[in-house]
């Protein structure tokens, strides 16, 4: 029997992340966002609003990825793809999409950012294994894909990341029966790589900033998914 893993899932998350914390968080948050638009780099905004607040590392992280400036929301938004998908090309972060799900599933802790992504705080740090909840995440994937009548899905793994070639084994395995094509690659600088293309299936903001156009997948799924979920993108402004 497959051991039963909570991806994401931290004790002191129950402190971190209770009502009182919560609101701290948002205002928070709130300062860290005007900073920002102020044009401070986000380091020393976090160190700065971090401090203040006395805010632990989980909920500094937090900060960091849920809180963005106006310029890149806007940025972001306007790359956006929300319909018309049928026989795209789609490119795919492959880590950053299975875990986000992985969390969601595992009922952990997901943040709705303020440029209308989902993420997590799982922070596996270039350490990976495949777990329970991985099988139904990247079935969660294929049949999204399916719905939007893609031609082909691309899938890139980090080489560097470990269980990356399993995890590649398993994507083709789980998904060979869809009708659009698959491929999947094990490559060095995955975000190097999604910077240069369109019809990106992404939640990370260095390549969001960079790509020339993204579909916010994770967020049509974790619609199907109820979590705790902080909420930055109706919270702050």
Avoid at 43 to 68: C, D, P, W
Avoid at 145 to 173: C, H, M, R, W
Avoid at 188 to 210: F, G, K, P, Y
């Amino acid at each position: 029997m497959c051991k039963i893993v909570k991806r994401g899932y931290f004790d002191s998350d129950k402190r971190d992340f209770n009502d009182a914390s919560i609101l701290k968080l948002y205002q928070a948050g709130y300062d860290l966002y005007f900073l920002l638009n102020q044009g401070y780099p986000m380091k020393g905004a976090i160190t700065f609003v971090g401090n203040h607040y006395l805010l632990s590392e989980r909920q500094r992280l937090a900060l960091m990825r849920g809180i963005s400036s106006d310029k890149n929301i806007e940025n972001r938004k306007q790359k956006e793809i929300k319909c018309n998908f049928q026989n795209r090309v789609v490119h795919i972060d492959a880590f950053n999409t299975i875990i986000t799900l992985e969390v969601a599933l595992s009922q952990s802790l997901l943040l709705q950012c303020m440029d209308g992504t989902i993420r997590d705080l799982a922070a596996l740090r270039g350490s990976y294994r495949i777990i329970d909840k991985t099988p139904l995440a990247i079935m969660h994937i294929g049949e999204a894909l399916e719905q939007y009548q893609i031609k082909k899905a691309v899938f890139y793994l980090d080489a560097p990341v470990s269980n990356s070639g399993t995890l590649k084994k398993k994507i083709l395995e789980l998904l060979e029966a869809f009708s659009y094509e698959i491929e999947v690659n094990v490559i060095h600088d995955v975000d190097r790589t999604l910077q240069e293309l369109e019809n990106v299936i992404t939640s990370d903001a260095i390549i969001l900033d960079n790509c020339k156009s993204w579909i916010n997948l994770n967020k049509k799924i974790e619609q199907t998914v109820k979590n705790c979920v902080i909420d930055f993108k109706n919270n702050i402004k």
